[in-house]
């Protein structure tokens, strides 16, 4: 590394990389055993948002599972844990239409809430803090460190100041370097350093690819006599055809606040498709209508999730660190839930690292590589739980009827012991189909009371960059969007991308431009996922950059 005698670096026992709910856990229960076991641990997390909780967004209906065997006193200790969750609705929308249908068991919530996450881990936060855990917010791990063997020695964060041109401007500041006996990432789902690790330590090689899905939401204020705190509902149908994998869902909170939100496949095959217009649309549904007329939309967002369950689980250790929560893929998408799941990730992995740093301290070296974090999460209740449900989503590859048939057989009859695990339709990026192969799609234009365009959601979002730094949307080829992208696929990075970073614009000379405009970046990651040629490659701004998520 070039600038590696200018950074300065620091020590730690376990470095954590992401202030997300999995990354949190992970710093609490070390410092919880080291409390137990009276032995220190020094533990420091890295959240590149500008404080942690900035850039969570998820739906959320949280199962408290985990939360509670972290923290068996959250609620008497101010989790923000406000609306209990109190009746469930599952509806199939035809484009006027709706019909009720049989709720899935694994779509009951009683005993869960419906929050904010991005609240739940600014608490979470002040608990690892309460305890003796280094959160340094506004700091992006822009870079794995490794040591000659080749394992990994922690991580640098991002050069601050420099300039587009790639120079050092006037408030130039070199990264920092954080070295560690064993290095966690948490950075959620496609984090670009787990990317990374993916290729380096060939971690997918026992399993199969991960698929993904877009979710978008917005947080609505609204009119008093149309709240229901505690009610939940969810969709499948319109507007989505029966091919396409896709649903909704209505959380009501307290404060006459709602969170309305759409998650679409990226597995998805039609190139005209516009995830973005599609939520829009969906809010006319006389069904969603009625709840929104009259109301506000206060904030809006939107994140890739991981869909592959089970299947797509990577070897979740490598030399000098590990994975956990979506990171590693652990989300249940049958219960569209996955803050439970990853929060117990980072617990088990807790112990595992607690236990295995042990040695060192009495003489013995500390394993490189801690294979029983992996262990340990095959005899949790993490993978049992998913493992039993891990035939839905693909079932989905064979349309919405036969999936919803299937699953019930798979889920109820079955309860999750099939003697065979189905296949996922294939990667994302590589189903698209030519654009003159597929039906254009014709989208209403929005009225901006209930659907609103990309540029005024995305300001929504608090979203900002410095203007002059490097573009963090790289491509690995610049010719690729306007050479073979648009003649073949239409340029599908202008539609699927939610908040409006990608346009083909004419120059000068009239000629087709692929322009990126990075200043609107959300994070969401779907250009990295979806883009057929795999040439967008996302890496991390400036710390402290990207959206600023009010309670979502």
């Known amino acids: ?114 929050i904010s996450l991005g609240a739940l881990c600014r608490w979470l936060g002040e608990q690892a803090e309460a305890l003796g855990v280094e959160i340094y917010p506004g700091f992006a791990a822009a870079e794995i460190l490794y040591h000659e063997d080749g394992s990994v020695k922690g991580v640098a964060t991002g050069d601050m100041g420099v300039t587009k041109d790639g120079e050092k401007g006037p408030m130039y500041q070199p990264g920092m370097e954080l070295h560690a006996a064993q290095t966690v990432f948490a950075e959620g789902c496609r984090g670009h350093l787990g990317k990374e690790l993916m290729t380096r330590f060939e971690l997918r090689k026992p399993g199969e690819f991960q698929t993904y899905g877009i979710g978008m939401k917005e947080l609505w204020e609204v009119e008093p006599e149309k709240s229901k705190p505690g009610h939940i509902v969810h969709t499948c149908g319109w507007p989505m055809d029966s091919k396409t994998y896709g649903g909704s869902f209505l959380y009501h ?24 217009m599609e939520f829009q649309r969906f809010k006319h549904h006389p069904e969603i209508a009625k709840v929104l007329e009259g109301g506000r939309r206060i904030s809006y ?83 049992d739980e998913l493992y039993k449900v891990r035939n839905v989503r693909p079932a989905f590859k064979w349309g919405l009827f036969a999936a919803i048939a299937y699953s019930a057989l798979d889920t109820v009859i079955l309860r999750g012991r099939a003697p065979w695990t189905l296949k996922h339709h294939g990667p994302d990026h590589a189903v698209l189909k030519p654009a003159d192969q597929c039906k254009k799609i014709e989208y209403p234009k929005p009225d901006g009371v209930l659907s609103f365009d990309r540029l005024t959601n995305v300001s929504f979002t608090n979203t900002n960059h410095e203007e002059d730094q490097p573009c963090h949307l790289t491509l690995k080829d610049a010719s690729v969007p306007i050479q073979h992208n648009l003649p073949k696929f239409a340029e599908p990075a202008q539609r699927y991308c939610p908040a409006g970073v990608y346009e083909v614009v004419e120059d000068d000379d009239g000629e087709p431009k692929f322009q990126i405009n990075a200043q609107n970046c959300i994070h969401c990651k779907t250009c990295d996922i979806k883009d057929p040629s795999q040439n967008i490659h996302w890496v991390s701004p400036q710390g402290g950059e990207g959206p600023v998520y009010a309670n979502m």
Not at 89 to 96: D, G, M, N, R, V
Request: aromatic residues 8%.
């Open 253 to 276: 909170l307290d404060g006459n606040l709602v969170s309305v939100g759409y998650v679409i496949g990226l597995d998805y095959e039609n190139p005209h498709l516009y995830p973005y």
């Open 301 to 383: 967002g939107a994140r890739a999730l991981n869909e592959g369950g089970w299947q797509s689980i990577p070897k979740l250790t490598f030399p000098g660190g590990l994975m956990v929560g979506c990171e590693a893929g652990f989300l249940n998408v049958p219960k569209i839930k996955g803050t439970h799941t990853a929060m117990k990730s980072g617990m088990i992995a807790a112990e595992q690292l607690y236990a295995a740093l042990k040695p060192a301290e009495e003489g013995a070296e500390a394993p490189r590589e801690i294979a029983a974090f992996e262990q340990a999460m095959q005899k949790s209740w993490v993978w």
């Open 1 to 114: 590394m070039s600038e590696s005698a200018e950074r300065e670096s620091m020590e730690y026992d376990v470095v954590i990389v992401g202030a997300g709910p999995s990354g949190l856990a992970t710093a609490i229960r070390l410092k919880q055993l080291e409390a137990e076991q009276g032995r220190e641990i020094a533990v420091c997390v890295l959240e590149k948002a500008g404080e942690v909780g900035a850039h969570i967004l998820s739906g959320a209906v949280l199962e408290p599972r985990a939360l509670f065997e972290l923290l068996p006193n959250a609620i008497a200790d101010g989790a923000p844990l406000d609306t209990p969750a109190k009746d469930d609705e599952f509806l199939y929308l035809t484009e006027k239409g709706s019909m009720k249908l049989p709720t899935p068991p694994q779509m009951n919530n009683h005993g869960n809430y419906i």
